[in-house]
């Protein structure tokens, strides 16, 4: 039996490159510039914004200084940390990427290969839509098996501040809601102090579906002014991509890995594959860091993930 | 769109076939035969018998889309799953004991664990501050102390017997267990209509369980 043979593993190289080049002509034509990301940050501004990471897994290197810096596991931050320092009033950056993430996956380094998207400096109502759009666009060139699922993390923000939750009983909930284990959350909360916000966070697996499902099972429940604003937000969207596509699923409950998504968060699946080909989302907040708050937005394409989907369709 | 559902073999997964079945939707399943895998061509159903500590590996990579497991096997594999619904059966405790009346806790001192459930015990003692080595064991745990291979022993412990049978006791329960229904993350958004049907179903048999044990 013949494992790999070059033969095949050029086929591969030249089916990655192919897919790369057509993601790439399309956002060049939609308007966005190429730029190049660097493959490595300080581990401790990484940390410092995405501190629901995994820390163990991040591939840690020394510099001549002794600084710890780190194997990017994750592009965007990069991005803004490479230009928020000198944003200047006014700017827009409409840009995408194609570069590799790194992470230690227990065996060994795992090397991801990533095309990404970000609009930085945009004020523009309709952002959201657009890059939903853009989004929706690429993954139904490869697929009409997918499906998008679309929540905002307002909603959560807005229940969790309220609950003014310990550091610790914040970090076990969003545990929790990672697995949607609803006895185990309704169990947990009856162990703290009561606010009025936790009527509404029992109930918040069953705020998923269309999004008129979603307002059905939101009558007569708790919302503060947050809330209220990541909803609107959502009933925005949903109004416009109805007109788009039908495959499209929300969920209030959507917890991510990178905290600092602030707005609308997306993922887009494809059927048969085992993990999210396309991971976005709006992330403002992150800017602020660097004292003023800019709308930022963008998403990322896995192309290890959907290559493996392309591989499989061309079998059957 | 059919749904492919894992089912642990043995007491466990006796359990839940009654359960399935009593819910009208496990009939295609023959315990006695030597056969693995069960359709229901009718309801779109595949049912799968495997050993219980893989599957959470099935449902995990998307074999399965949803599975009964126990939620030992979910805390030690730390999966990326959701954890749909607890259920009334498989209900026991993850415990630490060892030999009966023997003092082990000491300040500073590492103590041995033997244990199947490595991650689980380094995850409890680290959070209690108690350094431990770990020894891998794949049965018989409470022969462990007993033969002087550990000081203490991190187990499943039901009624306790088989402790008292070995002259161990229990120091501590660390975590109660009861069989879950998980689910694959990506099968749950493409199939999660189908996939609450069916917990659904398993609830309400589960609660009547609950009820009357």
Redesign the interface.
Request: no cysteine; charged share 30%.
């Given at each position: 039996m013949n494992f790999l043979n070059i033969e095949d593993e050029m086929k591969f190289f030249q089916k990655m490159y192919v897919l790369r080049k057509d993601i790439e002509n399309f956002l060049f034509d939609e308007g966005y510039m190429n730029i190049e990301p660097s493959i490595f940050e300080g581990y401790d501004d990484f940390i410092g914004v995405n501190s629901r990471i995994d820390k163990k897994s991040t591939v840690k290197l020394l510099d001549n200084n002794s600084e710890i810096l780190i194997l990017t596991p994750d592009i965007t931050t990069g991005i803004v940390n490479k230009f928020m320092p000198r944003w200047e009033m006014g700017s827009l950056l409409k840009v995408f990427y194609y570069g590799k993430t790194y992470k230690h996956n227990g065996i060994g380094i795992k090397e991801n290969r990533e095309m990404g998207v970000e609009i930085i400096g945009e004020r523009n109502p309709n952002t959201d839509e657009n890059i939903l759009n853009t989004a929706a666009r690429i993954i139904a060139k490869y697929s009409s098996n997918y499906l998008f699922e679309i929540g905002n993390s307002k909603f959560l923000k807005g229940i969790m501040q309220s609950c003014s939750f310990k550091k610790e009983d914040y970090e076990n909930i969003l545990d929790i809601l990672y697995l949607k284990n609803r006895q185990e959350l309704k169990e947990y909360l009856s162990k703290l102090p009561y606010r009025e916000p936790m009527s509404t966070l029992v109930n918040i697996f069953d705020l998923e579906g269309t999004f008129e499902e979603i307002s059905e099972e939101l009558k007569g429940l708790y919302m503060n002014d947050l809330m209220k604003q990541g909803l609107e937000e959502l009933k925005k969207i949903d109004n416009y991509m109805k007109n788009i596509t039908d495959k499209i699923t929300y969920d209030l409950s959507m917890v991510s890995e990178l905290s600092y998504y602030d707005g609308t968060i997306f993922r887009g699946y494809i059927e048969g594959s085992n993990k999210a080909i396309i991971k976005g989302g709006r992330y403002d907040s992150f800017t602020e860091q660097y004292g003023y708050k800019i709308p930022a937005m963008g998403f990322t394409v896995e192309l290890d993930e959907l290559i493996k989907v392309l591989y499989k369709e061309e079998q059957r | 769109m059919s749904l492919t559902i894992a089912i642990p073999k043995g007491r466990l997964g006796s359990q839940a076939i009654d359960m399935l079945k009593a819910a009208g939707i496990g009939e295609s399943i023959d315990e006695k035969s030597r056969k693995l895998v069960f359709d229901d061509e009718q309801r779109n159903l595949r049912f799968m018998l495997l050993k219980n500590s893989d599957i959470i590996t099935y449902v995990e990579?998307?074999v399965a889309d949803i599975g009964i497991s126990g939620k030992d096997m979910i805390m030690e594999n730390s999966a990326d799953?959701?954890?749909?619904?607890?259920m009334n059966i498989g209900k026991c405790k993850i415990s630490v004991a060892g030999i009966k009346g023997k003092k082990i806790f000491k300040d500073d001192t590492i103590i041995k664990v033997a244990t199947k459930f490595p991650e689980t015990a380094k995850k409890y003692f680290n959070s209690k501050g108690q350094k431990i080595k770990i020894i891998k064991l794949n049965g018989s745990i409470e022969l462990a102390p007993i033969l002087g291979l550990s000081d203490v022993i991190v187990d499943i412990v039901e009624t306790g017997n088989t402790l008292k049978a070995n002259g161990l006791e229990v120091f501590e329960d660390m975590y109660p267990i009861t069989a879950m229904v998980i689910s694959?993350k990506?099968s749950?958004?493409?199939k999660?209509k189908e996939i609450k049907e069916i917990i659904e179903l398993i609830r309400k048999e589960d609660e009547k369980y609950g009820e009357n044990n």
């Open positions: - | 990579n998307g799953i959701y954890e749909l619904y607890k694959n990506i749950y958004k493409f999660r």
